[in-house]
């Protein structure tokens, strides 16, 4: 049986819809990470516009549905593709909390995104800087444009880090086979 997961100190954000900018959806995506740490998943949100409209909002839901591919990215691209009737999502812009890991960037890169923003570089398991950049493979027939970091960056890892310390100290137990991972590089 699952845990309960320690209370979510954060409170969401209140952008105003007046100024649709990298900000104004970030705030989006931080707001759905506040979702999935209330519901006991990794904090992750992101959030995939098209000409200034929401498309797709999505959170980590990997433990509650015991599925692995289960994170934020990869549900937004499912509800955009539902949305835009077609898998290529051309015009499209992510807004990640995170940096993706190598599923979710291998899919931005298929669907055809244009655009990725993410709040936070992840230099253990980010692939599209991080660690490695599948963005500049070579013989790619898409390149994303990426915008990283510097959006609301701080608000972003002080969730994670919060997080993973608190998934830590109620565990009690910090050993390697404890349920709580540690905390990732960022």
Same mark, same amino acid.
């Given at each position: 049986m699952a845990a309960t997961p320690p209370p979510c100190p954060f409170p969401k954000l209140h952008p105003s819809q007046l100024v649709r900018d990298d900000g104004f959806f970030m705030s989006l995506a931080y707001n759905q990470a506040v979702d999935a740490w209330r519901a006991g998943e990794v904090p992750i949100g992101a959030i995939i516009a098209v000409d200034g409209e929401v498309i797709a909002a999505a959170h980590n839901t990997v433990?509650?549905?015991?599925?692995?591919?289960? &994170?934020?990215?990869?549900?937004? %691209?499912?509800?955009?593709?539902?949305?835009?009737?077609?898998?290529? %999502?051309d015009?499209?812009?992510?807004f990640v909390t995170k940096e993706p890991c190598p599923m979710c960037s291998g899919a931005l890169l298929m669907s055809r995104v244009q655009r990725v923003c993410y709040a936070v570089p992840d230099p253990k398991m980010?692939?599209?800087?991080?660690? $490695?950049?599948?963005?500049?493979?070579?013989?790619?027939? &898409?390149?994303?444009? %990426? $915008?990283?970091?510097?959006? %609301?960056?701080?608000?972003?890892? $002080?969730?994670?880090?919060a997080f993973f310390r608190s998934r830590r100290e109620g565990a009690g137990d910090e050993t390697e086979g404890s349920p709580c991972p540690p905390e990732p590089g960022y």
């Open positions: 433990e509650g549905n015991r599925d692995p591919t289960a &994170h934020a990215e990869m549900l937004a %691209l499912t509800q955009a593709a539902a949305v835009r009737g077609d898998w290529r %999502l015009r499209a812009t992510v980010g692939c599209l800087g991080g660690a $490695t950049d599948l963005n500049q493979l070579p013989r790619m027939n &898409h390149r994303l444009e %990426l $915008t990283v970091g510097g959006v %609301l960056e701080a608000e972003c890892r $002080t969730l994670l880090q």
